[in-house]
């Protein structure tokens, strides 16, 4: 036991402690401190040209002087503070994520009923990112201007080169940042109700204010601190799967190694193509094809993320019934399978409300040719397209719907 | 000769001393309008205040966060920063880092992490080392050192860690220097005797 001061200077002198600083981190930390700086100077120096104006306006003129203490009056009758330090706009926050070139943050991907996964994210202009997971040790490379995804299992010394075709002209639907930053924009532009004041909360003790953008397939929360007006927390949901950004830093130094498609020495590599053009109906019941196939005739419980797993579960039940192992030729089979279903799914996704589509398929048998399992109006259209158990087609008027 | 020379050399070192503090005080005063000069005391500072983060939290990653917490803080309170000296812009930095360290430890969450970390940060004693006698075992050290109040815990780091007087620690924490040293020698007591039950207890 240490005696005195000089013995405890003893015990904290045998420490091994590591304070070498990260060169990376001060570099990064020394720019985005010095912007924090310059922007707060510039809203200083607003304030400043705006109390100069309205002092030589007032001096000028009697006329002016009125008008000018009307003005500071009605802005404080309304809650508008005109020397810049009121609470800032929706376009204020989301101003980074719209111009950043990079970004790196953390992301939990979270589906009712399935482990929370979480991701560390670099994104880099044009459409690149990397995402390294952590329960499962996968790094995930994606450039959709090369039209190719890599998937490097380092533990495992494998890879997985996923190649597009037929991707469409707007890809920001296949990477994530992007396709904020697009919805963000729309809301931005058109200041609607779409986009709600969500007021402040504290998030690891920083008070934070949020906005909230709902709109169609559009369900966006974003929490920033009021003095940088930099995002902290950006909440992301599409359908069952919520999405949440923290720890986002804008325009950062990435290496361009972290976006190297190249396959380290070493690695297994498997390669696999995929039609990355505009999902249509066909794809639905392509999907609705292939899982009566190999789900014994049943069709899918929902429409969504657990219908994967659903189906997952299932043909690992069905391996263990036959006593098989699920090899690795048979993963790489099933997971071809579940991204070809995957465009019928992302044709439901990509449906907007007004499309009023139902799915009631699950307990419905192929080839059940008298009950319906999927209908929905496409855009313009008076009549509905009903899909039945057997996977044909009708159009149907809206008083002779399914009950 | 000689002497006149060593007193010489003695003013050339006090002069240069002298200019360099006024020069930094400079520096402090145009930090609050000049990025070039908020650059340069950022450069002065950013080891020092990481290394504090990292011997508060013992953990490089989570001191990275909490010395970005520090600096973006400086970048948008310089300005109405009261301070006109190096010495007052320091007190006010350490300040700062203590106030964000101190709001990442409150959670409880976070210090089973950092109790881990601690763990790690320990060279094993060497075998029959006349100097072991009253060696504690670091993680419970580190654990008792958690339990403390926030501000004894500064106090602890700032003395142990980071070598400051009892006048610097003052000023950082904005007491009297006495107040210091009686507290700290509390501090010890209560340390010691913490740490003396964990070992009856196990005996």
Known sequence: MFKDEADFEKVVGRLNIDTEPNPAHRENLRRQMLSVFNRAKQESATRIIVFRTLRRLTMKSPITKIAAAAAIIIAVLIGLNIVGTSTPAFAEIVKPFLIARTASFKMTMEVEGVPTQTFDCFYAEPMRMRQTNHEQGAIVISDFQQGKIVTLMPAQNKAMIVEMENLPEDQSKFNMFREIRKHLQEAQDTEDESVQFLGEKKIDGLTVIGYHVQKPAVDITVWADPQTKLPVEMTNTSGPTTYTMTEIVFDVELDESLFNLEIPEGYTIRTMQVDASEPTEDDLVEMFRIWAKHMDGNLPSVLDMNATMEFVKYQHKKLKEKGQEPSEEIALELQKTIMRMGRGGVFVQQLPAESDWHYVGKDVKFPDAEKPIFWYRPEGSETYRVIYGDLSIKDVAPENLPQ | ?203
């Open chain 2, 1 to 203: 000769m000689a002497r006149r020379a060593i007193k010489l050399t003695t003013m050339v070192g006090a002069m240069a001393k002298f200019a360099e503090r006024t020069e930094d005080n400079d520096l402090v005063l145009r930090a609050k309008t000049q990025a070039e000069a908020l650059g340069r005391l950022y450069e002065m500072y950013y080891e020092r205040i990481f290394r504090f983060c990292v011997h508060r939290l013992f953990n490089k990653e989570i001191a990275e966060d909490v010395t970005s917490a520090v600096f973006l803080h400086v970048a948008r309170g310089i300005r109405d920063f009261a301070g006109r000296s190096e010495q007052d812009f320091r007190n006010w930095l350490y300040a700062i880092a203590a106030n964000q360290a101190n709001a990442y430890i409150r959670k409880t969450s976070r210090r089973k992490k950092l109790l881990a970390e601690a763990a790690g940060s320990m060279i094993p004693a060497v075998a029959g080392s006349a100097d072991i006698s009253f060696e504690p075992d670091w993680p419970r050290l580190y654990a008792a050192i958690l339990r403390l109040k926030p501000k004894h815990q500064t106090i602890v780091t700032l003395r142990f860690f980071e070598n400051f007087s009892y006048e610097q620690i003052a000023q950082i924490l904005d007491v009297k220097e006495a107040n210091v040293r009686v507290t700290l020698h509390r501090i010890l007591n209560k340390l010691r005797n913490q740490l003396q039950t964990v070992y009856d207890g196990e005996i």
